[in-house]
């Protein structure tokens, strides 16, 4: 019985960190082989696979795409604005 619970659990956790490094990768800019190529990397080397994934971090980081004439938070800190919460800590 604890045999069976132990393997399951060791499943459970190959599979939750292969799903892992598979988000990370959507994550990264890179062409196809190369996304194929570190998700197989995941895949064949069970635990060591998806640890290499995020110490090597393939790619570059995907920027999120921003609607035209959104502005970002940051934008209103460069330009020296102060945020709601600096405003009330100022005061």
């Known amino acids: 019985m604890a045999t069976t619970v132990v393997r399951i659990l ?3 956790t190959i599979l939750a960190m292969a799903l892992l490094a598979f988000l990370y990768l959507r994550q990264r800019r890179m062409a196809w082989s190369e996304f194929c190529a570190w998700g197989l990397l995941a895949l064949v080397l069970p635990l060591l696979g998806p640890f290499l994934v995020f110490v090597f ?3 570059e980081f995907r920027d999120k795409k921003v609607r035209p004439g959104a502005t970002r938070k940051a934008d209103g800190a460069a330009k020296g604005e102060k945020g709601p919460a600096e405003r009330v800590i100022s005061s």
Do not use: I, T
Request: charged fraction near 15%.
């Open 10 to 12: 060791l499943l459970v």
């Open 57 to 59: 971090r393939p790619g």
